[in-house]
Nanobody, 124 residues
Framework: QVHLVESGGGLVQAGGSLRLSCAAS????????MGWFRQAPGKEREFVAT????????RYADSVKGRFTISRDNAKNTVYLQMNSLKLEDTAVYYC?????????????????WGQGTQVTVSS
């Protein structure tokens, strides 16, 4: 069992930056692939980024590539999402998720555990 808690969301102007954190409970955090997803009002949840257990492999949605960076610190049981050059369309609830499938994953159904989400609002 893995319990995930996101933090770091808030209100930011377009062009600004935020760093989201996701703290995980459990001693096996380092064995999980971690991912970030988001859901905007009236839209389906979408993949944002994922990182392998050893940080070697990362994948990003085309919409955030070059602006967002996913990282993790296994010693701290935490995964991060650094978001730069934020756009209005980045406004959403951001969720972190953990997958036991051993490879980076972009589909929500490949993840076993989810956090409660943190709101990111980008204003003009």
């Amino acid at each position: 069992q893995v319990h995930l808690v996101e933090s770091g969301g808030g209100l930011v102007q377009a062009g600004g930056s935020l760093r989201l954190s996701c703290a995980a409970s459990g001693r096996t955090f380092s064995s999980y692939v971690m991912g970030w997803f988001r859901q905007a009002p009236g839209k389906e949840r979408e993949f944002v980024a994922t990182i392998s257990w050893n940080t070697i492999s990362t994948r990003y949605a085309d919409s955030v590539k070059g602006r967002f960076t996913i990282s993790r610190d296994n010693a701290k049981n935490t995964v991060y999402l650094q978001m730069n050059s934020l756009k209005l369309e980045d406004t959403a609830v951001y969720y972190c998720a953990a997958s036991s499938r051993g490879r980076t994953a972009v589909r929500g159904d490949e993840y076993d555990y989810w956090g409660q989400g943190t709101q990111v609002t980008v204003s003009s």
